[in-house]
């Protein structure tokens, strides 16, 4: 009995793989797993609103694909990277799953993406802030959507310094992300010949950041950066406003801040913060009327990390389309081949390690008085183009773009 | 300009008042705790959710009622208060005959809950709460900044905890109440309604951390998460100070605070664990803490 269920499933794989060779789809469908934080400290940067965001996408694509079915896939990662690669293998292996989007979180990111590598499957990462999911780790099948580490230090720092701004004071959450992102922004003011006059590393997460808040307003610097991401943001914002930061003369830098944190921090306390991000609901009339309809689902506008999922789905079924079959590695390539196009990237490319390089926005917090609505919190500072705020692919490290 | 230990005075001064104002949470939250441990003999894990709820309440008052800091500050007490006299009427008072583990385990399981009802309404990001105009801005020390706000919630910590510790220690409700502890059989003998003081206790107890829920609101903002991440902190601090210990608890929160704010200039990284490890060797030194008595 043993014996001839285990021949069974061996034909049966063997079937499958053989299908998944041919042209056409795999289990006559396409699958698309959203894997994502849908009740830790990431929930409100992505979570709910991903799921929504790629619905969104589906439904806007026509809910089919060469004329066959979109499923969509959910589940919650508790931002842990071994519970996300066991869900990424079960639904590969069990639930054929043709693409894993979102991936909030850099060490879910790099572990997914390792997966989808082995296992050729398409991975876009659209929540996870580290390079290096375009550098050495980089993989045929894998994506990183709408921002990284690197374009964080390359967008706002620059133009900080600029205005004279030439002294900085970093206050880092102590884990990977913080510390790349300090890595990345100390040495583009080594270039930019910023003085980097003192950094202090606060555990991951802190309630109460007074204490080091204190630490940089005596240190005397002109910048305040906060290389630490949302919880720890909006307390950071906080209590710098509450300890007179800002208002004693010294500029506050989020370097990394999502619409969701603003939001959360409101404008009286958020006001003159610079943010860089890489979509804003309200630039044009494609981002509002995409915008607007996510509003009408969701009952927020959605953060960075929700609209490029909804980009990413679309290019994603765009490139089926194409390509004419779900294999993984021959979808990537047509992804690499088309522009990316669509309500949330009007112009992007993407460069042989999977980084899509495209416009990022330098974005400044209103004044109260400045804003019009609940959601009306940015004003457009600067757009910076794609080559100027993304890494060089061809110094990224990654084997694809040698 | 002389230096100590490589730090400005200016600077340690600054971080010590920053974290006796951390310690004024610490001893609030810890003095719920120790009341419940020491009359009920119950290890409260819902105090964090509860401390939570406290500030979703002001936010609420806030938000749909018009109502401001101020009557916050009384009206929240209660209404946590009350929730807790149901948790100790439906739930918890089924558990006193058993091992004190069951009890633990109710009020962890109602923490989840509550956390996670807060989470699906309202998101992690958490709701924004302003300091009341009337303490707005602040002050130069000539060593530091300080907020008139910080200022107020250290002396308001300091009241409640000395009126608790008084009400227990000096009262002859509190008499009532210690005795109730020791021999509860004996004390309703004399005409004590021993089950009502009780539920009053637990009640008391957790509208402290209500209490505490509303003076963090406007300096940490609103969120689902902010009790869990203050709650394994406390209950080190009660251990620390001894459990059951009312003194020892308020005590020991303050000099917490103290002892973290002073690794937060010298080894930031480290200001996470040094609650810990101070307990690792307090327990080690002496088993019952610092202020406690063995039983």
């Known amino acids: 009995m043993f014996k001839k269920s285990l021949l069974a499933g061996v034909a049966l794989s063997t079937m499958l793989t053989g299908a998944a060779l041919a042209e056409g789809l795999s289990g006559d469908k396409v699958v698309i797993g959203v894997l994502t934080d849908l009740s830790g400290v990431y929930a409100d940067v992505a979570g709910k ?57 850099s060490s879910v990111g790099l572990g997914v993406q390792g997966v989808g590598g082995e296992k050729g499957i398409v991975t876009i990462n659209s929540g996870a802030a580290t390079v290096r999911l375009t550098q050495k780790e980089c993989t045929a099948t894998s994506f990183h959507w709408i921002y ?33 992102l300090e ?27 007074s204490s080091f808040l204190l630490q940089a307003q005596s240190s005397g610097a002109k910048v305040v950066a906060l290389a630490n991401a949302g919880q720890d943001t909006i307390n950071s914002v906080k209590q710098a406003a509450e300890f007179g930061l800002v208002a004693g003369g010294q500029k506050l830098v989020a370097l990394l801040a999502f619409l969701s944190d603003i939001h959360s921090i409101g404008l009286e306390l958020g006001q ?29 506008m959605p953060t960075m990390v929700q609209a490029a999922d909804y980009s990413a789905t679309l290019h994603y079924l765009k490139a089926v389309e194409a390509a004419g079959t779900d294999d993984g590695k021959t979808v990537a390539a047509k992804m690499k081949e088309m522009p990316v196009k669509d309500a949330v990237i009007h112009d ?29 919190l940015y004003k457009l500072v600067k757009t910076v183009p794609g080559a100027q705020a993304f890494q060089d692919p061809a110094k990224s490290g990654c084997a694809l773009s040698q | 300009m002389f230096e100590l230990l490589g730090i400005p005075p200016q600077a340690l001064f600054g971080q010590l008042l920053l974290g006796l104002i951390n310690g004024s949470f610490y001893a609030l939250l810890s003095l719920g705790l120790a009341v419940i441990f020491g009359m009920l ?50 739930m918890l008072r089924h558990l006193y005959k058993l091992d004190h583990l069951y009890g633990l385990l109710l009020t962890f399981g109602l923490a989840l809950i509550l956390e996670g009802g807060f989470k699906y309404q309202y998101g992690v990001s958490g709701q924004s709460y302003p300091v009341p105009a009337a303490l707005n801005g602040g002050t130069n020390l000539g060593f530091m900044f300080l907020p008139f706000y910080r200022g107020w919630v250290v002396a308001l910590s300091i ?33 004590i309604n021993v089950p009502v003081m009780i539920t009053m206790t637990y009640g008391t107890g957790v509208a402290l951390a209500g209490l505490a829920g509303v003076m963090a609101a406007p300096i940490y903002s609103v969120n689902p998460l902010m009790g869990s991440n203050l709650i394994i ?60 008595r063995e039983r």
Not at chain 1, 191 to 209: Q, W
Not at chain 1, 274 to 296: I, P
């Open chain 1, 148 to 180: 990284d580490t690197y374009s964080l230090a390359h967008v706002t720092p620059p133009s900080v310094v600029a205005d004279g701004g030439d002294s900085w004071f970093i206050i880092t959450a102590d884990y990977a992300f913080g510390h790349s």
């Open chain 1, 49 to 105: 609103g991903s799921i929504v965001a790629v619905e969104m996408a589906v439904a806007d694509y026509g809910g089919k694909v060469l004329g066959k079915p979109i499923e969509i896939l959910t589940a919650d990662h508790q931002n842990k990277a071994d519970i996300a690669v066991n869900i990424a293998r079960e639904w590969i292996d069990t639930k054929g799953a043709d693409t894993i989007v979102d991936l909030v979180t």
């Open chain 1, 183 to 209: 890595a990345d922004a100390t040495a583009v003011l080594g270039e930019l010949g910023a003085k980097v006059v003192g950094s202090v590393r606060h555990p991951f997460p802190s309630a109460d950041l």
């Open chain 2, 159 to 191: 009241v409640v905890c000395v009126a608790t510790w008084y009400a227990i220690e000096k009262t002859r409700l509190g008499s009532y109440l210690r005795a109730a502890t020791e021999n509860p059989k004996l004390v309703q003998a004399f005409g």
């Open chain 1, 348 to 376: 992007g490319k993407i460069a042989p390690n999977g980084r899509v390089i495209h416009d990022m926005y330098l974005m400044e917090v209103k004044k109260p008085s400045e804003s019009t609505g609940e959601w009306d």
């Open chain 2, 41 to 90: 003999n119950v290890i409260n894990f819902a105090h964090g959710a509860l401390y939570m709820v406290g500030a979703f309440v002001a936010w609420y008052l806030l938000q749909y009622a018009g109502i401001g800091y101020w009557g916050a500050l009384i009206i929240t007490p209660v209404v946590v208060g009350i929730l807790g006299l149901v948790i100790e009427k439906t």
């Open chain 2, 233 to 292: 902190v406390v209950f080190a601090v009660v251990v620390i100070g001894g459990m059951g210990s009312i003194f020892g608890a308020v005590a020991s929160g303050y000099l917490l605070g103290l002892m973290e704010g002073l690794t937060k200039v010298f080894l930031p990284e480290a200001s996470n664990i040094v609650v810990f490890l101070i307990m690792v060797v307090v327990l080690l030194l002496r088993p019952a803490g610092l202020f406690g």
């Open chain 1, 272 to 300: 003159g913060l610079l943010v860089t991000t890489g979509f804003y609901w309200d630039l044009d009339d494609e981002t509002r009327s995409f915008s607007k309809k996510f509003f009408e689902k969701f009952g927020k």
